[in-house]
């Protein structure tokens, strides 16, 4: 039996130019998948009113249609009467809609000192739904709106990501949405991440298992040095799909470092925190990154300490006493100066474990012996030292990104190895 198919339509002119990035698209794909949906198709499309009405035609043809953007107030704001005009339906005021968003509209020109008859074109506009439309709550003054036509469902969200996310918990509970998705079985996910081993060498490893299909369907997908699988499990299809992951398991035993969703930062926090051990960064060229990735992780406070971004020479050595004479023989970016950061990291900070990173992210500064993305990793514990030297590919965003998880995934393998425990190094 095909699954009901989804089509996303994500609205905004800054988003078909470029001075914006989209970041609705890949939550509502995942979110339609976990469903048990087959998201078809994810449309982009500009706030011009032909073209915004023939992407919305196209994705009314789909069991589910999704709209993100032009919910607000303003003459540009236009995806529910397109909405309203492809499915053939009047635009109806909302009364009691209307007066909600009144309300807040008004307190905003109080606050604001501006009069309310400023506001009050954009409230009619923001409480006018498609005939037979349904406002399923409010971010700020824009509405999530909900229209069933022909067995089929159409829901409009806000285009700022914080908001579509505050308002799809509401779409999830419909009991129209619901009605759509009987019958259907979400699919199981399995998703397994190595680090250290080619793209290519894990699908010639499911290319060996057969590939997708028969009620499976994978992806391959390479990101920050990982290589991450997902395994999207059909009813019917437990024993293939049980038999694929094993594979890869026997394979990359070595390389296969998580089998969940958390990110290396917060592997790191919770191997340090099981170990009783704290942990300190000093970073060049990242600037702060592994920092910024391990504050990201919630309760990252009781683990890390803080970290020094030691971008000049002056600072590797005052701030992280770096001697001299290593940086005047070695250079900034070499084993010797990424050893003496983590050393003087783990000193200064107090912390039983530090990782420094230095290298070249371009697109100046290299030399022949020191090639645009030369990196080098240092990580130093009371149960010893661990450090990598690479040369990263890409620009230089992609250079500083990757060598941030590179010191990250530096750490997790210290801290992970067999012999590792925590009474040796917390002494």
Request: aromatic content about 2%; proline content about 6%; some cysteine.
């Amino acid at each position: 039996m095909p699954l009901p198919r989804a089509v996303v339509v994500l609205t905004g002119s800054e988003l078909v130019r470029g001075d914006k990035a989209d970041a609705n698209g890949a939550f509502l794909g995942r979110e339609l998948t976990r469903l048990g949906l087959e998201p078809a198709r994810i449309l982009l499309v500009g706030d011009d009113p032909a073209e915004l009405e023939r992407a919305i035609r196209e994705a009314l043809e789909a069991e589910i249609c999704i709209l993100s953007g032009g919910l607000g107030p303003t003459h540009d704001d236009r995806t529910v009467e397109t909405l309203a005009r492809a499915a053939g339906r009047e635009l109806v005021v909302d009364e009691t809609l209307e007066r909600e968003i009144e309300a807040i509209s008004r307190g905003v020109a109080e606050r604001l000192g501006f009069p309310y008859a400023d506001f009050a074109a954009g409230v009619h506009k923001q409480a006018s739904l498609p005939e037979g439309g349904t406002a399923l709550g409010l971010a700020g003054t824009a509405p999530a709106v909900l229209l069933e036509r022909d067995g089929s469902l159409a829901v409009a969200l806000p285009g700022p990501p914080n908001e579509l996310r505050r308002l799809w918990p509401r779409v999830l509970e419909s009991a129209t949405l619901q009605r759509v998705l009987a019958g259907v079985e979400p699919p199981t996910h399995h998703v397994l991440r190595f680090f250290g081993v080619s793209e290519s060498a894990v699908a010639r490893t499911l290319e060996v298992e057969g590939g997708e299909g028969d009620g499976l369907d994978l992806t391959v997908c390479a990101h920050d040095l990982e290589i991450r699988v997902d395994l999207l499990q059909r009813p019917g299809s437990e024993e293939r799909t049980a038999r694929v992951a094993a594979a890869l398991r026997e394979r990359f035993g070595t390389e296969l470092f998580a089998e969940d969703e958390r990110p290396v930062a917060e592997l790191v926090l919770d191997r340090c925190r099981s170990l009783g051990l704290t942990l300190a960064t000093a970073e060049s060229c990242t600037g702060g990154l592994v920092g910024v990735r391990l504050t990201d992780v919630a309760g990252a406070s009781d683990v890390y300490v803080g970290g020094v971004v030691a971008y000049s020479n002056q600072v590797k050595a005052g701030g992280l006493g770096v001697p001299p004479d290593v940086l005047a023989r070695h250079g900034a970016v070499s084993a010797e100066a990424a050893a003496a950061m983590a050393r003087g990291a783990r000193a200064k900070l107090g912390a039983d474990v530090a990782v420094a990173v230095t290298g070249i992210a371009g697109p100046g500064g290299a030399t022949p012996e020191k090639p645009v993305g030369l990196v080098y990793i240092s990580v130093e514990s009371p149960d010893g030292d661990s450090a990598d030297r690479v040369v990263l590919p890409g620009d230089r965003e992609a250079v500083r990104t990757r060598a941030a998880a590179l010191a990250l995934h530096t750490l997790r393998r210290l801290l992970t190895r067999p012999a590792t425990h925590a009474h040796e190094l917390a002494e």
